[in-house]
């Protein structure tokens, strides 16, 4: 009675083998179908004629303009001539100049023998700082601290996140010392919103003695007058906002990339959404849709 059983039983394993088997041949066979299709499209683009013009409406003038003797904007200016008795809060468009301000300033303090930290929300943007800076003021005055990168930590000017500025000022309530900097800059000020990191930036805020400058930059801040007021009360010290109110002086030029490696202005002439787009969602759907078909078979 039981060899029935077994010879049944290896014969439903030899069975289920079979079709998985033709399954991975099946699957395989349509990888290489989908494969071959997107290596057609990306070999054949198609350039229309108003595409053509779209494109070359949209890259036009791009390029590394002439050199030109630098000239201060009176936003730049004021914020300079401010910082040596307030603290100051910079609303400017991205593109604008506000690292000039806090460039100038280091400047100024290296040359006196002070000391500042510039702090960023991004280990990516606390890099490229420090390599700006590095190369600005050079190396041997400019350290680096972030949660995995520790270079010259005794430089005059430091970079780092603004999670370590913070946890600095920690460290001297603990051990009743000076945090040792004379200036910080918060670039990205905006964070103070946020809500899973803004403590971070109201804590440094808050902890920063008196006797610190504060340079805030940010292209968002909507509600200036009212951040600057918090400062004030916290800290106890005047705090001056300067508004360089208007457009980037740089614009942006945003584009979609499609599939084909082809390039679409995102806005068309009249500054709509460019419905040449549509194409590539509608291509997209029909090749989810006819995927989970052909699966379904």
Known sequence: MSRPRKSSKSGWRNDKKARSNTNRRNERNFKRELAGESFNEFRQ?????????QVEKLLEGIGTPEPTPLVPDQFQIEALNAINKEDVLVTAPTGSGKTWIARE????????GKRAWYTTPLKALTNSKYLEFSQEFGAENVGILTGDRK????????VGTTEIYRNQLFDALRTGEQVRTDFV???EAHYLADQDRGHVWEEAIILSPPRIRLLLLSATVGNAEEFAQWIEEVRGVKVRVINRAGSRPVPLRAAFISPGFQLYPLFNDEGKYNAEIEQFSKKRD???????ERRRR
Do not use: G, M
């Open 286 to 292: 029909y090749e989810n849709r006819s995927f989970r």
């Open 151 to 158: 270079e010259n930590a005794n430089a005059p000017l430091i």
């Open 45 to 53: 683009p198609v350039f229309t004629a108003s595409h053509k013009q």
């Open 185 to 187: 800059i918060l670039d």
């Open 105 to 112: 300033e280091i400047r100024r303090l290296l040359a006196d």
